[in-house]
Structure formats: C-alpha cells, structure tokens
C-alpha cells in the first residue's frame, strides 16, 4: 500500500502527504430508510482521524484497488477522512441495483447517518467524478448544514439523459456501460472485459439492437434494455433530472469537466444555471476525454484546496470563477464567466467548391452524398467512451476522404482566431427518406494540411425528405486557430458507434431490422444559407 501511495502521488502530481500510516473500518452498515443496509468502508489516518473533514464518496464500482488507491487514499493521507459507500445493490449492499434512480432518497439517508457519527466532526464535502458526481447533483437542496462542499467532475445533474434522445441516441456508451455495470461483479472482471472488447465491438451492429447486450455477454443487461425501451422524455426516467435542484443548492461548487468528456453539455448548464443564481462556484476545464489521468489530478487539487478551505471556513485560493485550457494556443486561461465576454457570434458560411466564409453563398446546387448504415460513417476521436478506443484530438485526413463525408473550409487565416463558448450549426438539408441524421463537425486544418476535430454534434431529422434547416448543437469549445491554419467543418449523417446508426425505416430503435440507403443533399444558396455559427474574438 504504500507503493501505491507513492506511485498515485507522482500520477496525480500530488504534495506529500501528511500521513501514510491510515487505518480503515471496513463494511460499516449504514441503514436506509426501506430497510436496506449499505456498505461503506471508513479511511481516516491512524492517528488525530476524529474530527478531520470528511469526504463522501458513493460509488457503484466497489471499495478496494485501484477506486481506493487513487480516489480515496490520496485524500485520507492530506487532510481528510473518507466514507466511501457501495450504492445500492453493488458490492454487498443491499437492495437491488437500479441504476441512477435511487441515488437521492439513499444519499439523503447516508448523509443523515452520517453527520450523526463521532466521529464525523462538522464538515463533509462531496466527492467524485462521473456516477459519483452525479450522486452528488442528486442531494442538492435538501444538503444538512454539514456539507461544506460539492467538487463533481465529468458529471452533470441529468445523468445519462443527453444520451438517450430520440434524436441522437449514444450507443457506444449506452451499450458499454450496460455491459460494465451487468458483469463487475464476476470473477476477473477487468479481464472479462477486455476479453469481450471484440464481441463489444460486434454487438454494435447487432439488429434487433435489443439483442446487443446478449450478444455480447450472454444475457441481457437491465439499464441497456431501459435506455433503448424509454427516450429521455420518457416519466420513467424522471427520477434522473435533478437539474431543477440546482439553484437552490446554497453549498460552495467546483466542477472538472473536459473537452470531449460525453457530459460536458450538461455540466456547462448546471454551471450556468448555479452562476446565473449568484452561487459560489468554479468551472475547470482541461483537454481531456471522460476517462483521463487530467481530470483526476485536478479534482483531486481541488479537494485540497476548494474543499478543505471551505470545510474549515476559510477562503480557498483565489482564482477567476471559469478556468479554460484553450486549445491551439495550449494554454490555460481565466475568464470571470461562461460563456466568456467579447466574444461575437459569426457565421461562417458552407460555399459551392467546399469553401467556408463569411461572405453569404451565391446561387449553386446542393452537394450530396450516399449514407449506407450497413457501412456507416465511422466515429473517429472526439466524445468517446469506451475501453480501446481513441478519444479527443485525432488526425481526420481518412475520415474525409471518405464518400459519405463533405468538407467546407476557409482561406488560410491571415491572423488568429479564437473560438470559445458554444458552437451551434444550421444545415439546410434534403434526404431520400423521411428519416436521417446530420453530423456536424468543426476542424482545425494546419499548414500541412492536417484536419484535427475540434468539436461536433449530431441531430436527428423526422420528415428529412423535405427540405429543411437541420440545427445541430455540437459540443463547447475553446480553441484558437493560429494564422495560416483553415477552418473546416464537415457534414455527414452518423458518428457510429458514439451513436447508433439510423436505418433510415423510422423503426423503434429496440427492434428496427431493416437498413435503408440514403441519398443526401446538403444545400448552400441565398434561400438556404448553411452555416457553423462560431463565437469568435480575432486575437491579432
């Protein structure tokens, strides 16, 4: 254990402890208000641990290994004591596991059990990255005096929601998850799951995409059978929204996001929605994708500094609310908030020729492209979350040499320009079939040629066979494209596996057999002006 110590503390880039020497009350039993019992284990330093701050952290992933080595113990060993629970119905507690929906009534309760203990002293921080955030959202406004702080990373307060709309339904993290969740408590379960990673892969393609899951593992998975039986406005998954909650949480936030993090849409709204109600929060975020080194070496930093400040009533170190790793310079930036001021919406313009500009397009015909979902366009790089594959900044040059993608790019800039807050896009849009996708995404093309994703997003349309303005909201961003580069957006229908393919039928997404051809067009001419709307400030 202490060569874990040592090794996390130079990964995560960590001051030397206070203490290694800590003790650990195992499979403490903290009653529910149905009866149920969850387990929670207790790290505190050996000695002087009565009293410390202590940090809460509920995870549906288990106790021990790597979860303790690298979330638990760096934060017991600098300060804090740490309860860190099993939710329900994982790893010995008890109920039964339901993904998501019980988090509030049991994190209230242990919360209340909690602050009655002796050793607990009068301040508590929440703690946690991904579910773990989210089972912080889940609390908010009902909090006891208690908690002194909230530092969710790579989380937002409507979990998982952004990724079961009709319109743009998240396969690859869906089915992923579905399958983690369903097998991690078997014998050997990280190698099960990189031994299945092949049958993952083939799962994908699976029709009925009810069968995905047996598919890969045998049997079928209960969260992915619910996420592609009920959309997100379904009542079902009501019970996951706490977004509402949030302005009128009084409790002091910190949030670590990243720029290709699947939640970072939602994080950004609940750190608008808590700045906009005047509450005392910060936003970081860095270059990172969900699962990144990155984010847990800042959210730990912040649990030192934001988190034990404010357990002891003191002023944590001073910084601008929002702090931005601006991508393209490379640099980390300050901005007093999100969006950030002085930035102007500009529209830049799809052109005949696959130019970009802000100049309106003239009189020209559509592009147009075929979309076969029996070879879908393929997801390279950006928003992804899954075991083995790449994420965040990837070379594009074969993505866009394919068929079914189009390009539009600008001239060589003549200075830098410099792209923060959120990016939107309108393609005007004609498909063979009522039913299609648009996939949006913005580049960043070097002197050499080199098209490098910034961002992207996709939509989904209903009567496609008439045309019609697509609106796609692609992910936030702060990039500087430096003088001499080109700005490049491409437009496609899919992004497969990050989401499911559309078969082109209008079929339920559980049990569509049938796979369609399309033949799309994209349009650009003064009755319907497709552009990528980018808030930009000319840096000179």
Known sequence: MKLSSHLVQRMLHLP??????????????????????????????????HGLPTALVRIPYGRSGMIAAQLVRPLAERGYQVLVQSTRGTFGSGGDFDPLRCEREDGLDTLDWLVKQPWCGDAVVLYGGSYLGFTQWAVAGQLPPQVKAMIPSVSESAFTLEFLRKESFALEATLGWGLQVAEQERRFALLRQLLRIRKERHAWYTLPLSQADTAAIGRPSDYFQNVITHDADSPFWQVLDHSHRLADSTVPVSTVGGWYDIFLPGQIRDYRTLQDAGRSARLTVGPWAHISLGVGEVATAEALDFGLAHAYGERPTDRAPVRLFVMGEEQWRDFPSWPPPGYEPRRFHLQPGGALSVEKPAESAPDGYRYDPADPTPAVGGVRMAVGVKSGRVDNTTLEARPDVLVYTTAALDQDAEVIGEINAEIWFRSSLPYADVFVRLCDVDGEGRSTNVCDGLTGLTGADQTARAEVRLWPTAYRFKRGHRIRLQVSSGAFPRYNRNPGTGEPRATATALRIAHQQVFHDPAHPSAVVLPVREAG
């Open 16 to 49: 030397p402890p206070l203490t290694r020497d800590l003790a650990v009350e195992r499979d403490l039993r903290v009653p529910m208000r149905d009866g149920a019992e969850l387990l929670a284990d207790r790290w505190a330093p050996r000695s002087g641990g």
